[in-house]
Each structure stands twice: as C-alpha cells, then as structure tokens.
C-alpha cells in the first residue's frame, strides 16, 4: 500500500498567517490526490481534488499543488473557521490511503 | 439535496457481526461511487472499501474478507457487512459519495455511526 506521510502533524498559527502543510507519497501519484478539512464530531470536508481543483463552495485562500510524490495544501490567509485537522487522500490506486493528519490550532 | 444517513453501530462482541446501513436521498447509490471511510477513537481517518456503479468492489488490507460492501438499489441504501470483528475495528463509520468518478473525491459524507467492538 501506499504511504503518505503529512508533515507538519501540528502546528500553531495566528489569523492571518500563511499556512503551509505537506503530503508526500511513498510511490508516484501523478496528481491523484485530495484535502479534506475535519472539524471535532464532524464529517470530513473536501477542500481540494485532482491535488489542485477547488471544490466548489471552498474559499479561494485555499489552493493546492503538487504531482508525483510531493503535495502541498496552503491556506492563504488563516481564518478563525479553519482551525481544524486536515488530511490528505491519495485515489490514484487501492488500497486508498490517508495521511496521518494536521492539526492546525491557534497561537 | 442530497443528503446520506448511516445507521447501524453498536456495541458487539470480538468475533461477532454488525451490518451497516446508508440511507441516500436526492441521488442514486447505484449511478455513483460510494465509499466507507473509518476514524477510530482520537486517531486519524482510514479508507475501509469502496463500491463502483458497476458493481466492483475494492477493500483495506485491514478488512480485506471480513467485511463486505454492498447496496440495495430499491431502497437507495450502501451496507457495510461486518464479520469477524476485532477490537481495532472500534471506530466511527461514515459513507461518502464519490464526486463523478474516483480521483475527484468525496462531495458527501454521512453523520457517522459509532461501532465500539469490546467484550
């Protein structure tokens, strides 16, 4: 299976600030890869697919990119309503496989 | 609007059995993608199996000939068939529907249903 390794597994950060979370695969992926925002009880969110498609109804502060191994989810301008665990998924073949995790909190 | 209702958990015993259900509404299982992920207690999220619109099926290593996916197009409804249950296999249980095709991930998920797997 694959593994996907998220970096950092916490961090704290301010409203405003740029934030910047990784996800790497231990194999290639071409671009098959999606983020999801999970907030505490709830389901998961998607924020992004296909590692660089918004999916409708997300704001523009988030975007993402990437191919192949390395993938980035950054979060332009932190709001108060993004304080939140954020995983990748990589669909490029099964068994599918999440990232462990980030939880991003506020300083 | 489209809306996924899981049913189902509860407290069983290692060894036993549980079906989950999902009940759709505002779309058609059958013409969709549909996906079991899991979350245990306080930890991360775990893809558990998927369902084409064709009918083929893919699982976890983890659950790989212990659990079963399946739907019931008359009723609109994903199952989860849970055999052999293991005590790892404690966790929340959402469906989630598959936006268009797989690699474009998931648009919908359910509310969760606990399964606590103890004795």
């Known amino acids: 299976a694959i593994q996907m390794t998220q970096s950092p597994s916490s961090l704290s950060a301010s409203v405003g600030d740029r934030v910047t979370i990784t996800c790497r695969a231990s194999?290639?992926?071409?671009?098959?890869l999606g983020w999801y925002q999970q907030k505490p009880g709830k389901a998961p969110k998607l924020l992004m697919y296909?590692?660089?498609s918004l999916q409708s109804g997300v704001p523009s502060r988030f975007s993402g990119s990437g191919s192949g191994t390395d993938f980035t989810l950054t979060i332009s301008s932190l709001q108060p309503e993004d304080f939140a665990t954020y995983y990748c998924?990589?669909?490029?073949?099964?068994?599918?496989?999440f990232g462990q995790g980030t939880k991003v909190e506020i300083k | 609007e489209v809306q996924l209702v899981e049913s189902g958990g509860g407290l069983v015993q290692p060894g036993g059995s549980l079906r989950l259900s999902c009940a759709a509404s505002g779309f058609t299982v059958s013409s969709n993608y549909m996906s079991w992920v899991r979350q245990a207690p306080g930890k991360g999220l775990e893809w558990v199996s998927i369902?084409?619109?064709?009918?083929?099926?893919y699982y976890a290593d983890s659950v790989k000939g212990r659990f079963t996916i399946s739907r019931d197009n008359s009723k609109n409804t994903l199952y989860l068939q849970m055999n052999s249950l293991r005590a790892e296999d404690t966790a929340v249980y959402y469906c989630a529907r598959v936006q268009y095709q797989p690699t474009e991930g998931f648009d919908y998920w359910g509310q969760g249903t606990l399964v606590t797997v103890s004795s």
């Open positions: 194999q290639g992926i071409r671009n098959d």
């Open positions: 998924l990589q669909d490029y073949n099964y068994p599918w496989t």
């Open positions: 369902i084409y619109s064709g009918g083929s099926t």
């Open positions: 296909a590692a660089s």
